[in-house]
């Protein structure tokens, strides 16, 4: 018998708990025999929802909560103060070790601020990013980050980019995964303050394989990897890709409904269509994990349904496998060797500039 | 006989200069009696794609120039120096008033800053922002600012807000245009410094009518009339936009040819969904005013062809006739009437805060 992987799951976070959550987690179980559901919440409506379903009663556990933590409060105080929430007291089981991973679609700023805190960062990692994958022409790159952090500096985008390097090789399987920086052009001399200040620290990083500046216009198309803003314009860049999505399958079938012609040859692409929409549609790649945490916490859409959360629990498991947060914990306590670090002056070597410690490549 | 518009066109900016932007040009010519053209390039090169078209030879001037500026380099240092290059040759023309608008592919750089160094900015403006014209599912948004100004400072933005409301209401016709700033929740405590430090100046200001921040996911929506961001932001959203349309059209083409049930469709299906995704397609929309200046100035994209070099030519049209920059420079101008800011504290009223003049409501 395999080891079961123990996912502690916020029964009360988002727009359709717990009722869609309490879905996906059935329906997740009774998939595979191997994951344990820890629901936090209030277990009586908890009950409620699960006596709808048929599923295997030794996968889940329920520890009852009295408190909810909502996207109006401030992130701090809540899990400061509501420390018997599902999402405080969810997020201390993994920090105890009683759960591998903690999933919610609750307040985004609860789970940023709580996994720093509660789980804590490991060593090294000055900001944990958040950082999902969204669909390409190519497949899928990582956007890193996207809400953690407003107003982060050069210093944090530089660990952004080595973290996600270590994602993308070990959970997706890129081999050297190209690393850009979101820019307004591609020369080295545009972009903002921050932009301009973060360029040179990729260049010099030897353990990732920085490729320059990466225009919005270029994201879609999948030419970078690891694509490295801060935490604003990733959510700007997340959320319009999102909305726009949504915006032009609506346009399109609308336009193919206004005409006979149209409607006919809408119903006979249909399934076509459906397949391309499908790969364009970011709830099929689960959740966004908050990398460089001491462990694994994984945010979902707050518009997340059964389908979403079952994928995030899945998702989990490679995370689990993978080990990741133990490879970039790995990466950020190794102190540096100087014939590492590319670029460096002689005689640098005792104080990397921006403490940043690059470590020893992962790979040739 | 109607007094005719004289367009100052940089025959050797953007990707396909000269070629595309003479047809354009004379594609405009040949439909409308009222413009002349006024090209600044080399004229050897602009007399050789002119040779290729029959077009009203009293509606085109040339002025030779000897120099080009590319996009490689300083913009500030290029407008300086080459004196003789189409972009400060051209630019100088509105100047001296012997031509009533400029449009150019060329640098973005070089029109930001030679826009508003040589024909200057109005009295009153800080900054001057590039506010193109989105598509979205109910006609269209002004995204101000788009490129002139990294790193903008809230006073900035609230002068945006301003200059985007007289645009939306006197060349768009829409009545109490709907002003709403980007950001990553609708919560007024939600965003980085500059979002938080804007947020109050907006809600403050009498001339617009503020209606909260806006999540990039609703900005396809149309839910917002005016959507203010600094460059670096509004650079990216126009970007994606562009980016993720062409990457969704292409992938749907190719979903649907990859089966002959989806090939019929398609073939049937293509012209509501060539329509629809017209409707889409930014460069219908023109170039992109730069806002506050003394002459009127439209940068067209770096890829512009003939069709929206013509388009921005009609644009800079409907501009003259609404004389947007002269009601900016009359809005910035005016001295503020005490009883006209909104939410300003007894005593205050000498000097308003961050130095903004709202100036008088513009409507009820």
Chains 1, 2 share one sequence.
Request: charged share 30%; net charge positive.
């Amino acid at each position: 018998m395999s080891i079961r992987t123990t996912i502690a799951l916020d029964a009360m976070g988002g727009d359709n708990a717990p009722g869609e959550i309490v879905k996906g987690a059935v329906e997740a179980i009774n998939e595979r025999k191997d994951i344990k559901i820890h629901f936090f919440g209030d277990q009586d409506k908890i009950r409620k929802e699960l006596a709808k379903y048929e599923y295997p009663a030794d996968q889940i556990t329920i520890t009852h909560t009295t408190e909810e933590i909502s996207c109006d409060e401030s992130p701090a105080i809540a899990i400061k103060k509501k420390k018997n929430s599902s999402m405080v007291m969810g997020l201390r089981s993994v920090k105890a070790g009683d759960c591998d991973a903690f999933i919610s679609a609750g307040s985004s700023g609860a789970v940023l601020v709580g996994g720093q805190v509660l789980v804590g960062k490991c060593r090294g990692v000055k900001r944990a990013p958040l950082a999902p994958l969204i669909p390409t022409e190519k497949g899928v790159s990582l956007l890193i980050d996207c809400g953690a952090n407003v107003d982060a500096r050069p210093e944090h985008l530089l660990q952004f980019a080595q973290m996600g390097s270590i994602y993308m090789e070990h959970v997706v399987g890129v081999k050297k995964p190209k690393v850009a920086i979101v820019n307004i052009g591609e020369e080295e001399a545009k972009g903002n303050a921050l932009v301009k200040e973060t360029y040179p620290l990729l260049k010099e990083c030897s353990d990732i394989n920085f490729t320059g500046s990466i225009e919005a216009r270029d994201i879609p198309k999948g030419t970078a990897d690891v694509i490295v803003t801060e935490a604003f314009t990733g959510n700007v860049i997340l959320k319009l890709m999102e909305g726009l999505a949504a915006t032009l399958i609506h346009v399109i079938k609308e336009g193919m409904m206004s005409s006979t012609r149209g409607k006919i040859g809408g119903l006979l692409a249909k399934p076509a269509l459906k397949e391309t929409l499908k790969a364009f549609d970011a709830s099929e790649y689960g959740g966004a994990p908050l990398l460089g945490l001491k462990g694994l916490v994984v945010k979902i859409h707050g518009s997340s349904k059964a389908k979403e959360t079952k994928n995030a629990i899945f998702q989990c498991l490679s995370f689990k496998e993978e080990n990741i947060n133990e490879k970039i914990r790995e990466r950020f306590a190794r102190p540096v060797k100087e014939e590492e670090v590319a670029g460096k002056q002689e005689g640098t070597g005792d104080k990397p500039r921006h403490s940043i410690k690059t470590g020893e490549r992962i790979r040739v």
